[in-house]
């Protein structure tokens, strides 16, 4: 079933240790984004990717690193955990265009210790 | 920049009863706007989305949303709420054809 895969599901972390969250998409798109997503505060954009190469910031990029070294994959690297990137963490895809809609991951929940 | 503000955090509708979910944006020119639901412990479901034309867009669902320059709106509406749509929604905009910003959402809680 084509769609995006997230990995892990769930993590628990020790503070300072450095963690990848894996996406991956078989849609083609050209788009991705990694967002996190914490009670009152909705989601909030991380980094995103327009196209194979390319990155950018989104409003919480801080703590936060991506690579598109390809249109499927998009990793999210916490070099170095800190219980405030306690969260759940979402990726999409969607073909770039202004009206085309983005497709979810399930989320990856992530408790920084 | 573009944003989308959803000014209801918690909104209670009986079941049976009509919603409405309040989604107010910021941008000079048209905007690409979208609503989502995340039913819980779930990722994100497309409802609809408004670019262009005619102002009231049907989703899934049974949802609609009506585009409403003056207002700076695209709330959303259902004329009679199942147990089934307790859920979070969000409304969003595609900022600059890149980012796809969201709002801070609106937790619907449907009561018998």
């Known amino acids: 079933i084509a769609g995006i895969t997230q990995a892990p599901t769930s993590q628990i972390l020790a503070a300072g240790r450095r963690m990848t969250l894996r996406c991956t998409q078989d849609?083609?798109?050209?788009?991705m984004y990694w967002y996190r997503q914490d009670l009152g505060l909705g989601l909030r954009l991380i980094h995103y990717s327009n196209t194979a190469g390319t990155t950018g910031k989104g409003e919480v990029p801080d703590g936060y690193s991506v690579s598109r070294a390809n249109t499927d994959d998009f990793p999210l690297t916490l070099a170095s955990a800190v219980p405030s990137q306690t969260s759940v963490y979402f990726c999409?895809?969607?073909?770039?265009?202004?009206?085309?809609?983005?497709?979810f991951g399930q989320g990856t929940r992530l408790t920084v210790v | 920049a573009q944003s989308v503000t959803q000014p209801d955090i918690h909104i209670t509708v009986s079941e049976g009863a009509s919603l409405e979910l309040r989604c107010n944006y910021s941008?000079?020119?048209?905007?690409?706007l979208f609503w989502y639901v995340q039913s819980p412990g779930q990722g994100l479901q497309l409802l609809l989305k408004?670019?262009?034309?005619?102002?009231l867009v049907q989703g899934i669902k049974g949802f609609e949303a009506e585009f409403k320059r003056s207002q700076s709106s695209f709330n959303l509406r259902k004329p009679s709420v199942h147990w089934s749509d307790a859920a979070e929604y969000f409304c969003a905009v595609v900022q600059g054809f890149q980012k796809l910003v969201f709002g801070t959402g609106t937790r619907l809680l449907v009561s018998p």
């Open positions: 849609m083609r798109h050209n788009a």
């Open positions: 941008y000079g020119a048209t905007p690409y």
């Open positions: 999409a895809s969607r073909q770039e265009g202004a009206a085309t809609e983005a497709f």
């Open positions: 408004y670019f262009s034309g005619d102002t």
